[in-house]
Structure formats: structure tokens, C-alpha cells
């Protein structure tokens, strides 16, 4: 084995550490060593978002002692940015996601901090609601959101709700770099800094008040009571959502609510699936299947810690569908800007927020009801960010991206399934009302606004060169941009690493208003986009394709559908991908 693993490896069997782990390390030296290299390879990365690994013992894994390290690190950076510091700490249903929550926060303690933690799971964007609400300076959240069961994470929050963004997320990192040994964290000695919430009767009542400030989120509670009856499937998939999301649509008075029983019981084993997540349609297959059966009215689910959201709907042929994460947003997008207008209740300073690889149909949206939409850089904290910057000027409605998240008013700054679940469904009692359904809407849009179209694709460069391959890819793509994909001339070239804007035609130059991100967009003349983004940790590059055209009415739906799709496979055909 390489001597500096093994040296590692040596450390952790003569150092302060449990015998359990001990004892662990020793049976993978002998029965499967390999494992064992790539336990202790290298550190656990804490990025910018905290941690997210296999579960396990070594350097590289989700356990007791990188949970620590990494919880002293920012423990010494919110003691030196305040002098008193609070936070809340969360967790969901997976392997050891207590445990985890109880180290952090017999670590928080011990360093002399006040933490409130809840007594049982708790759905994420409750966590980032208590941060605000209890006057918290940080947070943490212990979820490997939608990974497999093998995985858990650790995230962190700032005092505003979001998870950390500049000079913090950088600083946070510097401060838990320094933390090199177990022997530097205080694992114990301040429980009586530690509060339990959560439990009722508690003089806190956070899970009562997450659960009013969703239900003020409403914009037509008479079209509920009209419609209280409206058939309702939900699947928590083994997660958190079914601690909450069940009682939030009771409060918003819905009173035909089927839960997927399958999947009620929250289980970090995720018993019924390969994959806890609600964009593939594997997860959603139980609550598919009993959608049909009953006949209901739309079928809703959320990840392990309830904070994406996917539906599925009946289309024109009374077949059931998922609707993908831009068709989501685009529906919830305009359901907020359209029924605040139509009720009187619209700011002439309303504002809406998205993503650089969101669907640009957000925008059209946006322009033709009057209301300023901003992009920013891919997750929530950019949006949260972005609300920052617009405080007190302009009033934020919702904001969300393409990969199934959602974050309506700004009382959370994360995305949140909770209040998605509920808004959504009220949004399908309002199209019933009209006689649509939720499908017939968004072709409705469609006409309106016309047909946008997107597609992802993934591609991972295997082997030990694979991000020096993905590196060299986004380089050519830099130094030598294509002129035209697909017969239409790129007009923008967005290079959101050198944070400038091109048009390869004239040769106009502009800047970004935007932190430094590794993603390059390309803007053609017809309309379309393609956005390049490598992920910063796997040898991995994602493709978001978007195109677009006129749809005259919903009878030509199929045909322009189909039109769509070629011309997105001509430009993956055309950029030899």
C-alpha cells in the first residue's frame, strides 16, 4: 500500500479514536484493502456546500470524526465573526443522521455555542426557517439530499437561512483545512448549551410556525375550499416530507389526501428504490401507479429531506406523466405572477429569480406581465444571495432552477418541497376550476409564450486523466468557440469563469455581474442555448440544451414536440457530443 494511505491509516490505529473504528480498519486490511485505500486516499473535501460522502471509516468518509473536524473548523469561524454565536441543527432519515446531528452538536456546545436541535427529523428548509426565526448565527443540516442510502452529508448555513456564499464559504473551508487532527476538536463539555426543539409543547413552536408562514403563502384559499375534495397523491419517498407535508396541505385545506404507504415509513435503507430521488421516474413509480388507480387530480413527491419537488399529472389522453424540473418551475412560476395579478394583490416592484441553466421561458414569462427577472449562478444560495442584494428595493415572489427545487417568499432562503407541495396543489384546484388540467396549462403557456424545450446530458470521462479530458474540453471550447451550432450563429458566448460576454460575430466584449463559476454558454441566433458545466469534484460535464418556437395551438403540440426533439438532437449530433 502506498506509504503515505498507510501512514494515515497507522495514525487512526495509535490515535484517539474509538475501537469500534479500530476494529473496522483492521478487518478491511484483511479482508478488503482496497476499500480501505480508498478510505484514506485522501480528506473528505468540505466544499463550499460542507461535506457529502460514503459512509465509513477513514479520511474520505462520512463518520464521527470527519463530522467533528469539520464541525470545530466552523465553529472557530462563527466564533470569530460574532461574539454570540446560536445555531439550529437539523437532520433527515438516513444511516446515521442523528447521530451525526449530535455530534455536531456536542461539538457546537463544547466550544461555548447555543444550539437548538430538534428532536427528531426535520425536512431541510425547516432548518433554514428556524435559522431566522430563532436569531441564529448558522446551521447545519445532516442530508445527502437525494444520493443513495451508501451516503450521507453535512450541510452549513449562514445567519440569514442560505448555505454559505462568498468571503464566508471560502473562510469556513480555510478555518476547517486547519483542523489536522482529532485531537483538535472539542468533542465534549457543553451539553447544557444544547436545546431540544421540536417536542410539543415547546415555547418555540418552529414546527407550527414554518407550517402558518407556508400556509400565508396562499393566494386563492377560496378556490381550495371550493375544491377540498381534489384528489390528492403524495410519496415522501422514506423521507422527511411525511413529518410535515401531509399536516401543510390539511392547514391549506385539502381534505382528500392518499399518502403511498410504501414509502411513508422513513427509511435511510430506501427500501422501495435504487435512487430516493423524485426526478426519476423509478421513485415515483408506487405513487404513479396508485395516481392511476384512484384517478386523482395530481400526484406530488419529495426527496429524502423534502426539499425537491417532482409531480406527475394526467396528459391530454388521460395518461399519467412526470412533469420535468423546468416544466415545474414554469408552471409554479406562472401560477405565482398570474394569480397575484388577477387577484389585485401584484407590486409594481415584484421580482422573480432563476438560474443560468433554467429554462429561458421563465423570462418570457416574466417580461410579459411586467415583472424584472434576475439569473444567477446554479443553487439556492445565489438566489438567496440575490435577494440580499435586492432587499428593501425590490419584493421577491419565488424563485427556483431546472433540477426540481422551488423557494416561494423569502422567509427560507433554501429551496423548499414543503411549500411547493401545497402551492402546486393549489395551483391544480385553480386550473380545475377553470376546467384545465394542470398538462392543458402548460401547453396553454406554450401558445402564449411559445414552446420551450430542454434537455440534460451527462457525461463522465472515466480514468485517471478523466478531469484533465473534461479540462481540455472546456479549454478548446474557450480558445476556439464554435460560429454556428446546427446552422444558427452563436451571438453570445457567456464565459462565467472569466466572467465575460462575447458576440463571436462582432466581437463586442462585455463583463458579468456575476461570481466566478467554470460554465460557458453559448446563445444562438435562433433562440436556442447550450451550457457547459463541469462538476468541480467528479470527472463529470453536464449539457443543458434549450430550444424553442412558435406553437400556433394546442392541437400542434405533437407534431412541434416532435420537431423540438430533432432539432435538440441535431445540436448534440452537431457538437459531436
Not at 506509504?3 to 479482508?31: H, V
Not at 473548523?73 to 437532520?91: E, T
Not at 429551496?415 to 402546486?424: E, F, N, Q, T, W
Amino acid at each position: 500500500m502506498d506509504t503515505i494511505i498507510q501512514a494515515k491509516i497507522d495514525a487512526w490505529l495509535s490515535g484517539n479514536f474509538d475501537q469500534a473504528t479500530k476494529d473496522e480498519i483492521r478487518r478491511l486490511q484483511k479482508e478488503n484493502p482496497a476499500e480501505l485505500a480508498d478510505a484514506f486516499y485522501c480528506n473528505l473535501e468540505f466544499g463550499t456546500g460542507g461535506l457529502r460522502g460514503l459512509m465509513g471509516v477513514g479520511t474520505n468518509r462520512m463518520n464521527k470524526y470527519t463530522v467533528g473536524m469539520a464541525t470545530q473548523g466552523y465553529a472557530n469561524y462563527l466564533k470569530q465573526c460574532f461574539s454570540d454565536v446560536k445555531v439550529a441543527i437539523a437532520y433527515d432519515s438516513r444511516n446515521n443522521s442523528r447521530f451525526f446531528a449530535e455530534t455536531a452538536a456536542n461539538v457546537f456546545a463544547a466550544n461555548g455555542i447555543k444550539v437548538y436541535l430538534f428532536e427528531d427529523m426535520r425536512p431541510t428548509p425547516e432548518l433554514s426557517y428556524a435559522i431566522r426565526e430563532l436569531g441564529c448565527q448558522g446551521g447545519v443540516v445532516c442530508t445527502a439530499s437525494h444520493n443513495p442510502k451508501e451516503y450521507n452529508g453535512y450541510k452549513a448555513y449562514w445567519n440569514d437561512g442560505s448555505q454559505l456564499v462568498p468571503p464566508h464559504d471560502k473562510n469556513v473551508i480555510r478555518e476547517v483545512d486547519k483542523i489536522t487532527s482529532v485531537d483538535d476538536v472539542k468533542w465534549s463539555g457543553g451539553e447544557a448549551n444544547i436545546t431540544i426543539i421540536g417536542k410539543e409543547p415547546d415555547s418555540y413552536r418552529v414546527d407550527e410556525k414554518y407550517m402558518e408562514m407556508v400556509k400565508g403563502l396562499s393566494v386563492y384559499p377560496e378556490v381550495i375550499a371550493r375544491h377540498s375534495d381534489m384528489k390528492i397523491v403524495y410519496t415522501s419517498i422514506h423521507g422527511t416530507g411525511i413529518k410535515l407535508v401531509p399536516l401543510v396541505l390539511e392547514k391549506f385545506g385539502f381534505k382528500n389526501i392518499h399518502i403511498v404507504k410504501e414509502q411513508a415509513v422513513p427509511d435511510g435503507n430506501f427500501p422501495t428504490v435504487v435512487y430516493p430521488n423524485p426526478e426519476e421516474s423509478e421513485a415515483m413509480s408506487l405513487g404513479l401507479k396508485m395516481a392511476e388507480r384512484l384517478n386523482a387530480d395530481i400526484l406530488c413527491g419529495t426527496d429524502p429531506d423534502a426539499d425537491r419537488i417532482a409531480i406527475g399529472v394526467k396528459d391530454d389522453k388521460g395518461k399519467w406523466v412526470l412533469m420535468n424540473g423546468n416544466q415545474t418551475a414554469v408552471l409554479a412560476f406562472n401560477y405565482l405572477i398570474e394569480a397575484r395579478k388577477t387577484k389585485g394583490i401584484a407590486k409594481p416592484n415584484d421580482m422573480v429569480i432563476t438560474t443560468i441553466v433554467t429554462t429561458p421561458m421563465i423570462d418570457a414569462i416574466a417580461a410579459g406581465n411586467g415583472v424584472s427577472c434576475y439569473r444567477v449562478l446554479t443553487g439556492f444560495k445565489w438566489i438567496a444571495e440575490m435577494i440580499r442584494q435586492k432587499e428593501g428595493k425590490e419584493n421577491y415572489i419565488i424563485g427556483g432552477e431546472e433540477s426540481f427545487g422551488l423557494m416561494i417568499g423569502d422567509k427560507i432562503r433554501d429551496k423548499d418541497g414543503v411549500s411547493a407541495v401545497a402551492l402546486l396543489c393549489e395551483m391544480a384546484a385553480y386550473e380545475k376550476e377553470k376546467g384545465r388540467s394542470l398538462y392543458e396549462k402548460m401547453i396553454d403557456l406554450y401558445v402564449q409564450y411559445g414552446f420551450y424545450k430542454e434537455h440534460l446530458i451527462s457525461i463522465t470521462k472515466k480514468g485517471m486523466d478523466g478531469q484533465q479530458q473534461i479540462a481540455a474540453m472546456m479549454e478548446s471550447y474557450r480558445s476556439n468557440p464554435p460560429k454556428s451550432i446546427n446552422g444558427s450563429a452563436v451571438v453570445k458566448l457567456l464565459d462565467y469563469e472569466l466572467r465575460k460576454g462575447r458576440n463571436p460575430q462582432t466581437g463586442e466584449e462585455w463583463a458579468i455581474d456575476l461570481p466566478k463559476s467554470n460554465v460557458l454558454q453559448f446563445i444562438l441566433e435562433d433562440g436556442g442555448s447550450i451550457s457547459a458545466r463541469p462538476s468541480g469534484t467528479e470527472p463529470k460535464i453536464k449539457f443543458y440544451f434549450s430550444v424553442n418556437t412558435k406553437l400556433n395551438n394546442a392541437a400542434d403540440f405533437e407534431k412541434v414536440n416532435k420537431e423540438l426533439d430533432k432539432k435538440i438532437k441535431a445540436v448534440i449530433g452537431d457538437m459531436r457530443l
